[in-house]
């Protein structure tokens, strides 16, 4: 049994940071990828971005590439979501999300396991 948890939202003023994490249990991350996608009320889950376990390459959507840094550690099997620079429309639920396949997707569809999410605010 594979399980995420998320911790790190809160409410933030726009231009400032956070960063989530995502920790990982139940098997061995030594290959696979992971992500984190968002959801806003009203709104369909989107990527937000993905990193391989293995070589650690990564993907952002364009809306927060320059602004957001995903990056893992293996010993941990833990991921993070460094977040600047946040605007109000970055309000949202966001979700760490892991598959078993190497590839990285932008796809929802393609991940096997998601966690609880965690709430991030971002007031003007």
């Known amino acids: 049994q594979v399980q995420l948890v998320e911790s790190g939202g809160g409410l933030v003023q726009a231009g400032g940071s956070l960063r989530l994490s995502c920790a990982a249990s139940?098997?061995?991350?030594?290959?696979?990828?992971m992500g984190w996608f968002r959801q806003a009320p009203g709104k369909e889950r989107e990527f937000v971005a993905g990193?391989?376990?293995?070589?650690?390459?990564?993907y952002y959507a364009d809306s927060v590439k320059g602004r957001f840094t995903i990056s893992r550690d293996n010993a941990k099997s833990t991921v993070y979501l460094q977040m600047n620079s946040l605007k109000p429309e970055d309000t949202a639920v966001y979700y760490c999300?892991?598959?078993?396949?190497?590839?990285?997707?932008?796809?929802?569809?393609?991940?096997?396991?998601w966690g609880q999410g965690t709430q991030v605010t971002v007031s003007s």
């Open positions: 999300a892991a598959r078993t396949g190497a590839l990285l997707y932008s796809d929802y569809a393609k991940y096997d396991y």
């Open positions: 139940g098997r061995t991350f030594s290959s696979g990828a």
């Open positions: 990193i391989k376990w293995s070589g650690g390459s990564t």
